[in-house]
């Protein structure tokens, strides 16, 4: 299996408070991403990064910042976090190369009350 | 932009019967094809993939999916299914160039009926 952690794995937290998720991969892998996971839609792409310090917006950015200061970590952070948010998120890394399948982590289930 | 179409979102089946779990997508430029299963409480991991040559790929567990340019599928089919494929389905696509932004379908649920 490819080392891919998340943490915390489960949290609750009140409206308006910030989060931050954590991601640690072990493989060196160039490509991170960020998914939340939601019933009905799927995965859908929050953020992601193409190397230390290069990100890029997904198609439900808002309300969500990312960082990358190294390879092996990717942060995820809900600024003002709010009940919409109440989701499971997914981390997942890709290799160089378009064809590349994603490898993802175990997910953190989030609950916003 | 490409998007990917699941239009069963479950699919209950008897155990040893054959399964088809179909997908669509839509892209105006060459594709990646992906197919991923999900186990409750698990992270998605990859079943099989299209990149090139012979349409017809196979993956773990049995699994085996056909690509079909003309009508812009990419069905996933087993030919009996046990208790332990139950499980929530995803079809995705790369679109070749360009970053790896990977657009995944909404699911489809498979359940295995004993």
């Known amino acids: 299996d490819a080392g891919i952690t998340q943490s915390p794995r489960h949290k609750v937290t009140e409206t308006g408070t910030p989060v931050t998720l954590r991601c640690h991969q072990t493989e060196n892998h160039r490509y991170m991403y960020w998914y939340r996971q939601d019933p009905g839609h799927g995965l859908r792409l929050i953020h992601y990064s193409y190397g230390v310090k290069d990100t890029d917006k997904g198609e439900v950015s808002d309300g969500y910042s990312v960082s990358r200061s190294k390879t092996e970590d990717f942060l995820l952070t809900l600024e003002s976090a709010t009940s919409s948010q109440t989701s499971v998120y997914f981390c997942?890394?890709?290799?160089?190369?378009?064809?590349?399948?994603?490898?993802f982590g175990p997910g953190t289930r989030l609950t916003v009350l | 932009a490409q998007s990917v179409t699941q239009l069963d979102s479950q699919v209950p089946v008897f155990e040893e019967a054959p399964v088809e779990l179909r997908c669509n997508y839509s892209?105006?430029?060459?594709?990646?094809l992906f197919w991923y299963v999900q186990y409750p409480n698990q992270g998605l991991q990859l079943l099989l993939k299209?990149?090139?040559?012979?349409?017809l790929v196979k993956g773990i567990n049995g699994f085996e999916a056909e690509f079909n340019k003309s009508q812009t599928s990419f069905h996933l089919r087993k030919p009996s299914v046990h208790i332990s494929d139950t499980a929530e389905y995803f079809c995705a696509v790369i679109v070749s160039g360009g970053y790896q932004k990977v657009t995944f379908g909404t699911g489809t649920k498979l359940q295995v009926i004993p």
């Open positions: 892209s105006s430029v060459s594709v990646y």
């Open positions: 997942a890394i890709s290799g160089t190369g378009f064809n590349n399948e994603q490898f």
């Open positions: 299209y990149l090139s040559g012979s349409t």
